[in-house]
Protein backbone atom coordinates (compact mmCIF):
# COMPACT_ATOMS: atom_id res chain seq x y z
CA UNK A 1 0.00 0.00 0.00
CA UNK A 2 1.14 3.49 -1.29
CA UNK A 3 0.79 6.82 0.94
CA UNK A 4 -2.45 7.15 -1.30
CA UNK A 5 -5.75 8.07 0.56
CA UNK A 6 -7.58 5.66 -1.64
CA UNK A 7 -7.21 2.27 -3.35
CA UNK A 8 -8.42 1.23 -6.59
CA UNK A 9 -10.41 -2.23 -7.19
CA UNK A 10 -10.56 -3.12 -10.60
CA UNK A 11 -11.39 -6.94 -10.24
CA UNK A 12 -10.65 -10.10 -8.47
CA UNK A 13 -8.28 -12.85 -9.49
CA UNK A 14 -10.46 -16.11 -9.97
CA UNK A 15 -7.98 -18.34 -7.73
CA UNK A 16 -8.98 -16.35 -4.67
CA UNK A 17 -12.49 -15.95 -5.06
CA UNK A 18 -15.19 -18.26 -3.11
CA UNK A 19 -15.56 -21.40 -5.20
CA UNK A 20 -18.60 -21.10 -7.04
CA UNK A 21 -20.14 -24.83 -5.16
CA UNK A 22 -19.37 -23.09 -2.12
CA UNK A 23 -20.96 -19.95 -3.07
CA UNK A 24 -23.96 -22.35 -4.06
CA UNK A 25 -23.78 -23.72 -0.24
CA UNK A 26 -25.28 -20.35 0.55
CA UNK A 27 -28.82 -19.43 0.44
CA UNK A 28 -28.14 -15.64 -1.05
CA UNK A 29 -25.47 -17.24 -3.06
CA UNK A 30 -22.67 -15.90 -0.81
CA UNK A 31 -23.58 -12.25 -2.27
CA UNK A 32 -21.52 -10.10 0.43
CA UNK A 33 -18.47 -12.01 0.06
CA UNK A 34 -15.74 -9.57 0.04
CA UNK A 35 -12.45 -9.29 -1.82
CA UNK A 36 -9.77 -10.65 -0.98
CA UNK A 37 -7.70 -8.27 -3.08
CA UNK A 38 -9.28 -5.52 -0.66
CA UNK A 39 -7.87 -6.83 3.00
CA UNK A 40 -4.25 -7.56 1.28
CA UNK A 41 -2.92 -4.34 1.49
CA UNK A 42 -3.89 -3.71 5.18
CA UNK A 43 -2.73 -7.02 6.12
CA UNK A 44 0.62 -6.81 4.74
CA UNK A 45 0.94 -2.99 6.35
CA UNK A 46 -0.45 -3.19 9.55
CA UNK A 47 -0.07 -6.84 10.88
CA UNK A 48 3.85 -7.46 11.52
CA UNK A 49 5.48 -10.47 10.10
CA UNK A 50 4.73 -13.65 12.83
CA UNK A 51 1.57 -11.19 13.99
CA UNK A 52 -1.51 -12.66 14.32
CA UNK A 53 -4.95 -10.89 13.15
CA UNK A 54 -8.27 -11.06 14.01
CA UNK A 55 -11.64 -11.04 11.66
CA UNK A 56 -14.89 -10.81 14.66
CA UNK A 57 -17.48 -11.04 11.33
CA UNK A 58 -15.59 -13.76 9.65
CA UNK A 59 -18.27 -14.48 6.80
CA UNK A 60 -16.79 -16.68 4.02
CA UNK A 61 -13.12 -16.07 5.22
CA UNK A 62 -12.06 -13.72 2.81
CA UNK A 63 -9.88 -12.03 5.25
CA UNK A 64 -8.32 -15.16 6.41
CA UNK A 65 -7.58 -16.10 3.03
CA UNK A 66 -5.64 -13.01 2.58
CA UNK A 67 -4.09 -13.66 5.96
CA UNK A 68 -2.83 -16.67 4.20
CA UNK A 69 -1.91 -15.37 1.14
CA UNK A 70 0.30 -12.88 3.06
CA UNK A 71 1.76 -15.27 5.07
CA UNK A 72 -0.01 -14.25 8.67
CA UNK A 73 -2.31 -15.99 11.13
CA UNK A 74 -5.45 -15.55 11.20
CA UNK A 75 -8.65 -16.19 12.94
CA UNK A 76 -12.06 -16.02 11.81
CA UNK A 77 -14.99 -15.93 14.78
CA UNK A 78 -18.45 -16.59 12.08
CA UNK A 79 -21.75 -16.74 14.06
CA UNK A 80 -23.60 -18.34 11.64
CA UNK A 81 -22.91 -22.06 11.51
CA UNK A 82 -23.39 -23.19 8.24
CA UNK A 83 -21.68 -19.98 7.05
CA UNK A 84 -18.29 -20.55 9.25
CA UNK A 85 -18.09 -24.53 7.99
CA UNK A 86 -18.14 -23.20 4.45
CA UNK A 87 -15.22 -20.63 5.42
CA UNK A 88 -12.89 -23.61 7.07
CA UNK A 89 -13.55 -25.68 3.99
CA UNK A 90 -12.50 -22.98 1.78
CA UNK A 91 -9.52 -22.69 4.33
CA UNK A 92 -9.23 -26.05 3.99
CA UNK A 93 -9.03 -25.98 0.07
CA UNK A 94 -6.39 -23.39 -0.09
CA UNK A 95 -4.06 -25.63 2.62
CA UNK A 96 -4.48 -22.50 5.18
CA UNK A 97 -3.05 -24.52 8.13
CA UNK A 98 -2.42 -21.12 10.36
CA UNK A 99 -6.38 -20.00 9.95
CA UNK A 100 -8.52 -21.00 12.35
CA UNK A 101 -12.29 -20.52 12.08
CA UNK A 102 -14.67 -20.75 14.93
CA UNK A 103 -17.99 -20.53 14.66
CA UNK A 104 -20.05 -18.33 17.29
CA UNK A 105 -20.85 -15.52 19.15
CA UNK A 106 -17.65 -13.01 19.38
CA UNK A 107 -17.94 -12.13 22.95
CA UNK A 108 -18.19 -14.82 24.01
CA UNK A 109 -15.25 -16.09 22.11
CA UNK A 110 -12.67 -13.26 23.10
CA UNK A 111 -12.06 -15.60 26.25
CA UNK A 112 -10.52 -18.04 24.62
CA UNK A 113 -8.51 -16.23 21.88
CA UNK A 114 -4.97 -14.88 21.86
CA UNK A 115 -3.69 -11.40 21.78
CA UNK A 116 -3.69 -9.67 18.43
CA UNK A 117 -2.09 -7.66 16.30
CA UNK A 118 -4.22 -6.12 13.54
CA UNK A 119 -8.50 -6.43 14.08
CA UNK A 120 -9.61 -6.63 10.48
CA UNK A 121 -13.06 -6.88 9.57
CA UNK A 122 -16.32 -5.15 7.14
CA UNK A 123 -19.43 -4.38 9.13
CA UNK A 124 -22.42 -6.14 8.93
CA UNK A 125 -24.33 -3.53 7.15
CA UNK A 126 -27.57 -2.45 8.82
CA UNK A 127 -30.84 -3.37 7.07
CA UNK A 128 -30.00 -6.33 5.38
CA UNK A 129 -32.94 -8.00 6.88
CA UNK A 130 -32.29 -12.03 6.37
CA UNK A 131 -34.39 -13.09 9.19
CA UNK A 132 -33.39 -17.21 8.10
CA UNK A 133 -30.38 -16.32 9.88
CA UNK A 134 -31.78 -15.34 13.31
CA UNK A 135 -32.09 -11.86 15.31
CA UNK A 136 -28.83 -12.40 16.43
CA UNK A 137 -27.32 -11.19 13.33
CA UNK A 138 -26.10 -7.31 13.83
CA UNK A 139 -27.55 -6.90 10.07
CA UNK A 140 -30.77 -8.00 11.40
CA UNK A 141 -31.12 -6.08 14.23
CA UNK A 142 -34.80 -4.08 14.05
CA UNK A 143 -33.55 -0.19 14.24
CA UNK A 144 -30.08 1.39 14.24
CA UNK A 145 -30.00 2.74 17.94
CA UNK A 146 -29.88 -0.62 18.46
CA UNK A 147 -27.58 -1.81 15.77
CA UNK A 148 -24.84 1.34 16.99
CA UNK A 149 -25.26 -0.27 20.51
CA UNK A 150 -24.24 -3.88 19.47
CA UNK A 151 -21.63 -2.50 17.35
CA UNK A 152 -20.05 -0.10 20.67
CA UNK A 153 -19.88 -3.47 22.60
CA UNK A 154 -18.71 -5.57 20.15
CA UNK A 155 -15.52 -3.04 20.04
CA UNK A 156 -15.27 -2.46 23.90
CA UNK A 157 -15.32 -5.84 24.44
CA UNK A 158 -12.35 -6.88 21.78
CA UNK A 159 -10.24 -3.79 23.20
CA UNK A 160 -8.31 -6.27 25.65
CA UNK A 161 -7.58 -8.57 23.19
CA UNK A 162 -5.70 -5.89 20.81
CA UNK A 163 -2.14 -5.40 21.92
CA UNK A 164 -1.29 -1.96 22.76
CA UNK A 165 -0.11 0.07 19.49
CA UNK A 166 -2.05 -2.75 17.59
CA UNK A 167 -4.49 -1.39 15.06
CA UNK A 168 -7.95 -1.62 14.21
CA UNK A 169 -9.17 -1.41 10.83
CA UNK A 170 -13.25 -1.42 9.74
CA UNK A 171 -14.78 -1.01 6.53
CA UNK A 172 -17.77 0.65 6.15
CA UNK A 173 -20.17 2.22 4.03
CA UNK A 174 -22.82 4.94 4.75
CA UNK A 175 -26.40 3.35 3.59
CA UNK A 176 -29.29 4.34 1.83
CA UNK A 177 -32.37 2.68 2.87
CA UNK A 178 -35.20 3.34 1.46
CA UNK A 179 -35.32 7.33 0.71
CA UNK A 180 -32.92 7.67 3.82
CA UNK A 181 -29.32 8.38 4.00
CA UNK A 182 -27.69 6.33 6.66
CA UNK A 183 -24.43 7.87 7.71
CA UNK A 184 -23.22 4.49 9.05
CA UNK A 185 -19.54 4.63 8.25
CA UNK A 186 -19.34 7.94 10.19
CA UNK A 187 -21.15 6.47 12.81
CA UNK A 188 -18.84 3.32 13.61
CA UNK A 189 -15.73 6.09 12.87
CA UNK A 190 -17.42 7.71 16.12
CA UNK A 191 -18.09 4.55 18.02
CA UNK A 192 -14.13 3.30 17.39
CA UNK A 193 -12.82 7.58 18.64
CA UNK A 194 -14.29 6.37 21.91
CA UNK A 195 -12.09 3.47 22.54
CA UNK A 196 -9.08 3.69 20.37
CA UNK A 197 -7.08 6.33 18.72
CA UNK A 198 -8.61 6.97 15.60
CA UNK A 199 -5.42 7.66 13.04
CA UNK A 200 -6.42 7.53 9.24
CA UNK A 201 -8.76 6.24 6.75
CA UNK A 202 -8.97 4.91 3.29
CA UNK A 203 -11.09 5.41 0.61
CA UNK A 204 -11.61 2.03 -1.24
CA UNK A 205 -13.30 2.49 -4.86
CA UNK A 206 -14.61 -0.20 -7.22
CA UNK A 207 -14.44 0.24 -10.69
CA UNK A 208 -18.09 -0.22 -11.90
CA UNK A 209 -19.98 0.65 -14.93
CA UNK A 210 -20.41 4.06 -15.27
CA UNK A 211 -23.79 6.21 -16.71
CA UNK A 212 -24.20 9.41 -17.11
CA UNK A 213 -25.84 11.36 -13.91
CA UNK A 214 -29.05 13.36 -15.10
CA UNK A 215 -28.77 16.81 -13.85
CA UNK A 216 -30.34 17.69 -9.86
CA UNK A 217 -30.30 13.37 -9.28
CA UNK A 218 -28.60 12.54 -6.09
CA UNK A 219 -28.36 9.23 -5.53
CA UNK A 220 -24.93 7.77 -7.27
CA UNK A 221 -23.79 4.13 -8.08
CA UNK A 222 -22.42 3.82 -4.31
CA UNK A 223 -19.09 2.40 -6.05
CA UNK A 224 -16.83 3.09 -2.46
CA UNK A 225 -16.61 2.80 1.04
CA UNK A 226 -14.16 3.47 4.00
CA UNK A 227 -11.44 2.12 5.66
CA UNK A 228 -11.58 3.34 9.16
CA UNK A 229 -8.32 2.69 10.80
CA UNK A 230 -8.03 3.17 14.75
CA UNK A 231 -4.70 2.01 16.82
CA UNK A 232 -5.21 1.46 20.39
CA UNK A 233 -2.46 4.17 21.93
CA UNK A 234 -3.08 6.92 24.45
CA UNK A 235 -3.75 10.08 23.00
CA UNK A 236 -1.29 12.45 23.83
CA UNK A 237 -3.16 15.58 25.44
CA UNK A 238 -1.16 19.06 25.78
CA UNK A 239 -0.71 18.65 29.79
CA UNK A 240 -0.36 22.48 30.44
CA UNK A 241 -3.02 23.05 28.45
CA UNK A 242 -5.23 20.65 30.65
CA UNK A 243 -3.42 22.25 33.96
CA UNK A 244 -4.69 25.72 33.07
CA UNK A 245 -8.42 24.64 32.16
CA UNK A 246 -8.28 22.39 35.80
CA UNK A 247 -7.34 25.22 37.95
CA UNK A 248 -9.72 27.37 36.04
CA UNK A 249 -12.25 23.89 36.28
CA UNK A 250 -11.63 23.99 40.22
CA UNK A 251 -12.62 27.78 40.56
CA UNK A 252 -15.70 27.61 39.43
CA UNK A 253 -16.25 24.24 41.07
CA UNK A 254 -13.70 24.25 44.15
CA UNK A 255 -14.70 20.46 45.43
CA UNK A 256 -13.81 18.67 42.55
CA UNK A 257 -10.98 16.28 42.83
CA UNK A 258 -8.39 15.06 40.36
CA UNK A 259 -7.44 11.56 40.56
CA UNK A 260 -5.92 8.87 38.49
CA UNK A 261 -2.35 9.17 36.39
CA UNK A 262 -3.11 12.87 35.85
CA UNK A 263 -3.01 13.61 39.77
CA UNK A 264 0.27 11.42 40.27
CA UNK A 265 2.00 13.81 37.13
CA UNK A 266 0.92 17.00 39.17
CA UNK A 267 2.48 15.26 41.97
CA UNK A 268 6.09 15.28 40.05
CA UNK A 269 6.18 11.27 40.05
CA UNK A 270 7.95 9.80 37.21
CA UNK A 271 5.26 7.83 34.64
CA UNK A 272 5.89 5.51 32.13
CA UNK A 273 3.58 6.93 30.08
CA UNK A 274 1.90 10.38 30.47
CA UNK A 275 -1.39 11.03 30.99
CA UNK A 276 -3.96 10.86 28.27
CA UNK A 277 -6.51 12.47 29.91
CA UNK A 278 -7.65 13.94 33.35
CA UNK A 279 -10.19 12.08 35.92
CA UNK A 280 -11.69 13.98 38.16
CA UNK A 281 -14.03 12.64 40.40
CA UNK A 282 -17.63 14.74 41.64
CA UNK A 283 -20.64 14.54 43.60
CA UNK A 284 -23.46 12.56 42.13
CA UNK A 285 -25.53 15.26 42.34
CA UNK A 286 -27.68 16.08 38.98
CA UNK A 287 -28.13 19.64 39.00
CA UNK A 288 -24.07 19.66 40.18
CA UNK A 289 -23.74 17.66 36.77
CA UNK A 290 -25.65 19.82 34.59
CA UNK A 291 -23.85 22.96 35.77
CA UNK A 292 -20.55 21.37 34.98
CA UNK A 293 -22.11 20.32 31.18
CA UNK A 294 -22.84 24.08 30.87
CA UNK A 295 -19.58 24.85 32.09
CA UNK A 296 -18.32 22.57 29.77
CA UNK A 297 -20.11 23.66 26.58
CA UNK A 298 -19.35 27.23 27.29
CA UNK A 299 -15.72 26.75 26.91
CA UNK A 300 -15.89 25.28 23.91
CA UNK A 301 -15.82 21.68 24.62
CA UNK A 302 -17.63 18.62 22.92
CA UNK A 303 -19.05 16.28 25.56
CA UNK A 304 -19.79 13.01 25.20
CA UNK A 305 -21.01 9.79 26.91
CA UNK A 306 -20.04 6.24 26.04
CA UNK A 307 -19.17 8.18 22.28
CA UNK A 308 -22.61 9.80 22.19
CA UNK A 309 -22.99 13.30 22.31
CA UNK A 310 -24.45 14.57 25.35
CA UNK A 311 -26.28 17.67 26.18
CA UNK A 312 -26.70 19.23 29.25
CA UNK A 313 -30.39 19.24 29.17
CA UNK A 314 -29.76 14.97 29.08
CA UNK A 315 -27.88 14.44 31.90
CA UNK A 316 -30.43 13.21 33.87
CA UNK A 317 -31.02 10.55 31.64
CA UNK A 318 -27.54 10.04 30.53
CA UNK A 319 -27.07 9.49 34.83
CA UNK A 320 -28.53 6.46 34.79
CA UNK A 321 -26.78 4.89 32.18
CA UNK A 322 -23.11 6.11 32.53
CA UNK A 323 -20.97 6.97 35.57
CA UNK A 324 -18.98 9.63 33.64
CA UNK A 325 -19.34 11.79 31.26
CA UNK A 326 -16.40 13.13 28.79
CA UNK A 327 -15.30 16.44 27.64
CA UNK A 328 -13.13 17.18 24.99
CA UNK A 329 -11.57 20.10 23.49
CA UNK A 330 -9.53 20.72 20.13
CA UNK A 331 -7.75 23.94 20.05
CA UNK A 332 -7.06 25.05 16.43
CA UNK A 333 -3.43 25.29 17.00
CA UNK A 334 -3.63 21.57 17.88
CA UNK A 335 -3.15 21.42 21.83
CA UNK A 336 -5.97 18.55 23.21
CA UNK A 337 -7.27 18.73 26.24
CA UNK A 338 -9.48 15.51 27.43
CA UNK A 339 -11.50 15.45 30.90
CA UNK A 340 -13.36 12.73 31.81
CA UNK A 341 -16.09 13.50 34.97
CA UNK A 342 -16.80 10.65 36.63
CA UNK A 343 -19.70 10.60 39.15
CA UNK A 344 -19.69 6.58 40.40
CA UNK A 345 -16.32 5.13 40.79
CA UNK A 346 -16.41 1.91 41.54
CA UNK A 347 -13.37 1.54 43.60
CA UNK A 348 -13.50 5.27 45.40
CA UNK A 349 -16.54 6.85 46.33
CA UNK A 350 -16.66 11.03 45.83
CA UNK A 351 -17.30 11.53 49.73
CA UNK A 352 -14.17 9.13 50.45
CA UNK A 353 -11.87 11.07 47.77
CA UNK A 354 -13.19 14.63 49.18
CA UNK A 355 -11.89 12.95 53.03
CA UNK A 356 -8.45 12.27 51.70
CA UNK A 357 -7.91 15.21 48.98
CA UNK A 358 -5.01 17.47 49.63
CA UNK A 359 -5.28 21.24 47.94
CA UNK A 360 -2.22 21.55 45.12
CA UNK A 361 -1.91 25.08 43.13
CA UNK A 362 -5.97 25.66 43.84
CA UNK A 363 -7.16 22.03 42.69
CA UNK A 364 -8.23 19.30 44.98
CA UNK A 365 -5.76 16.56 44.36
CA UNK A 366 -5.72 12.81 45.39
CA UNK A 367 -2.79 12.23 47.66
CA UNK A 368 0.79 10.53 46.08
CA UNK A 369 0.72 6.81 46.90
Not at 48 to 73: I, S, W, Y
Given at each position: ?10 EQEAGHRLAPDLAARDPFGA ?57 QERMDRAGAVRQTVLAGDIIKAAAQLPPIDLL ?250
Open positions: MDNNSWLLLQRDCGWVEQMRPFIRQFCPEGGVLLDPFCGFGTTLMAAHLEGRRGIGVELEPARAGIALTNIPYFGCRWPEEGEAQLYNSTTYAEFLEQIYLVFKGLKPLVREGGYVIVMAENLRIGQHFVPMAWDVARILSERYDLVDERILLYERARQPLPALQVQSNRAHEYALIARKQARAIDLQESLSCVRALAAAFPDIVVYGSYAHWLHGEALERLPSDVDLLVPDDLEQLKKLVCWFEAQGFQIARWGAPLASHAVPLAANAAHYFRAQRLRASGELCVIDVCFEDAQLSYPAALSQAITFGGIKVMPFR
